[in-house]
């Protein structure tokens, strides 16, 4: 069966940090894409990181709003994802995601939001950036 868990949101200063932990289970990390979506209230979810994994390298992609400020990797032993978040902003204030792509090429991971092919999430973990 099919799990993500989310866990590390929390409250934190403008310009503090927090590491979102997606831990996952029944299937590989190997053969699966994994995306960070976040939602904040009134808006649309909107898609934030994605990493793939090889056994040779791994594959990401960041939005605009976040490159340079966030960083993902993943530990295949673990079968759990990072998301590094540094010098956050209130407008990083949302509900953090992540979710499964078991229909990715190998190499190649997309942060569009489709529930089509994003099919297994987690329930979430609440970020909140303010002072």
């Known amino acids: 069966q099919l799990q993500l868990v989310e866990s590390g949101g929390g409250l934190v200063q403008p310009g503090g940090s927090l590491r979102l932990s997606c831990a996952t289970s029944?299937?590989?990390?190997?053969?699966?894409?994994i995306g960070w979506f976040r939602q904040a209230p009134g808006k649309e979810r909107e898609g934030v990181s994605c990493?793939?994994?090889?056994?040779?390298?791994?594959?990401?992609e960041f939005a605009d709003s976040v490159k340079g400020r966030f960083t993902i990797s993943g530990d295949v032993a673990e079968n759990t994802v990072y998301l590094q978040m540094n010098s956050l902003k209130p407008e990083d204030t949302a509900v953090y995601y992540c979710?499964?792509?078991?229909?990715?090429?190998?190499?190649?991971?997309?942060?569009?939001?489709?529930?089509?092919?994003?099919?297994?999430w987690g329930q979430g973990t609440q970020v909140t950036v303010s002072s």
């Open positions: 029944g299937f590989t990390l190997r053969s699966t894409a």
């Open positions: 979710a499964a792509d078991r229909s990715s090429l190998p190499g190649t991971c997309t942060i569009e939001y489709d529930k089509g092919r994003y099919a297994n």
């Open positions: 990493i793939t994994i090889s056994r040779r390298s791994s594959s990401t």
